[in-house]
């Protein structure tokens, strides 16, 4: 939802706002919009990604920040919060209020029914701005389903993904691993909905005599 007013905000007419403000708003091209709350798998699956990513970085100098943490794609001049964040080495901040990082690695988000279609496109999109990003992950709340997209050598995105909690998820640019059913640890899926009669494959005498 957008924050109205008529005349666009400046950059640091946004951060002052949003350094006083006790919500989260993301910014571009002059508004703000308000990031709504998450559900409890939601939050969930964030704080095992923290936990798992941590663990495998614990001797690397590389932090995991949640989604408190404001990153700023610089060339299209977005400002955002995602899932989680991973920087390592030396961390870039646009000012020294030191809370909007300039230089992620890897990007982490957890999808939800109403930020889906964004995270996945125009999202993405202005996230591939970011010079220092190597990796973009989505992780559904829904199912077992890890989706990871790595910048190659030739700064083409190669796509890969894990289905199911036996599954591991290799993410190259931090040289890590993680597991399924750790990242889902104590999630509960929803059931399954049920399949429509006119959705249902024909049966198998029904195949076999076509």
């Known amino acids: 939802m957008s924050v109205e007013r008529v ?3 400046t950059v640091a007419e946004y951060l ?3 350094r006083q403000s006790p919500e989260r708003h993301e910014f571009y091209r002059g508004e703000m919009f308000l990031m709504t709350g998450a559900s409890r798998w939601h939050n969930l699956v964030v704080t095992n ?3 798992e990513v941590s663990q495998k970085l614990k001797d690397r100098p590389c932090r995991v920040y949640p989604s408190d943490l404001r990153v700023h ?6 400002y955002t919060y995602p ?5 390592c080495g030396e961390e870039e901040y646009l000012d020294d209020h030191q809370d909007t990082l300039l230089n992620p690695l890897v990007l982490i988000e957890v999808l939800s029914d109403s930020t889906e279609k964004y995270d996945r496109g125009r999202k993405f999109e202005m996230y591939r701005t970011i010079d220092s990003l190597r990796a973009y992950v989505l992780v559904s ?3 077992a389903l890890v989706e990871l997209y790595e910048l190659q050598d030739d700064r083409c995105w190669k796509f890969s993904v894990a289905s199911g909690l036996d599954e591991d998820i290799s993410i190259d640019s931090l040289q890590i691993e993680l597991a399924l059913a750790e990242i889902y640890d104590k999630v509960e899926f929803p059931p399954p909905e049920p399949v429509e009669d006119d959705e249902k494959p024909a049966d198998s005498d029904q195949l076999l005599s076509n």
Do not use: K, M, W
């Open 83 to 87: 899932d989680v964040t991973i920087v």
């Open 7 to 9: 005349q666009p905000y």
């Open 16 to 18: 002052e706002f949003e």
């Open 141 to 143: 709340q829904d199912r």
């Open 49 to 51: 990604l923290c936990r």
């Open 73 to 78: 794609a610089g060339d299209c001049g977005l």
